[in-house]
């Protein structure tokens, strides 16, 4: 059974479909998900400064035209992952053995 509380300056929804959703110009800052499908979803456009994301999978991600301006990247499976083409593993194997010489 979905719970959706409104209170004041929080809106609380427990155990909800909100399926085909679409939400324009909405101001989400301090918004928390947890336990939250959002495959197949679509963001554009948005402000995901300060955002912190832990236990996700992004597996099949694709992030165009991002800004990663000091983004951290810490106990991540960077296997197949590429930037502009070039495979993450190559390029930390490569940098670890420039540190080794």
């Known amino acids: 059974m979905a719970k959706i509380k409104d209170t004041r300056d929080t809106l ?3 155990r909800a479909v909100i399926a085909n959703a679409r ?3 909405v101001n989400m800052s301090n918004t928390a998900f947890h336990d939250v499908n959002l ?3 679509n963001v554009t456009a948005s402000n995901m400064s300060n955002l912190h994301i832990e236990d996700v999978n ?3 991600t694709r992030l165009r035209n991002v800004n990663m301006a000091g983004v ?3 106990d991540a499976n960077l ?3 590429t930037i502009n083409g ?3 593993t190559d390029l930390l194997e490569a940098y670890e053995a ?3 010489t």
């Open 58 to 60: 992004l597996s099949n």
């Open 39 to 41: 495959s197949s979803g």
């Open 98 to 100: 420039s540190k080794a």
């Open 12 to 14: 609380e929804v427990v």
């Open 79 to 81: 296997a197949g992952m």
């Open 72 to 74: 951290s990247i810490d």
């Open 23 to 25: 939400f324009e110009d």
């Open 86 to 88: 070039v495979k993450v």
